[in-house]
């Protein structure tokens, strides 16, 4: 699926859909530049997981557990981990196989460590577009 958006609305938009029609035990692996809007959708999925807490990057603690919503989110930003075996020392397997759903941010830097049939989201800037224009492609679905 493609989707565009033209506004940080519209992007926390999709996020909120998708994460409506969230399931436990789905990964979400959320890439893109930086600034692109990745903490903007996640925020979207967040409140469709009837989640009010703030939701920020965890970029310092690495992984981020909300659990007052439909199910738990654990929201991985994953950017500083700097060997994919570090991933083992905060537990990853019990939130990648727990009772709630997983969005992980910067995936790509452990795709050894992301099973075959996690979902693939992928948000992208086109300038030639707009400041604000975003594509977002989800894959596995």
Known sequence: MIFETNNEK?????????GEKAQPGQIFCLNGDLGVGKTVFTKGFAKGLEIEEEVNSPTFTIVQVYDE???PLYHFDVYRIGDPEEMYEIGFEDYFYGQGVCLVEWSQLIEELIPKDAIQVVIE???DKGLDYRRITVEGI
């Open 10 to 18: 519209e992007t926390f938009q999709i996020g909120k859909e998708l």
């Open 69 to 71: 919503g439909r199910m």
């Open 125 to 127: 800037k086109n300038l």
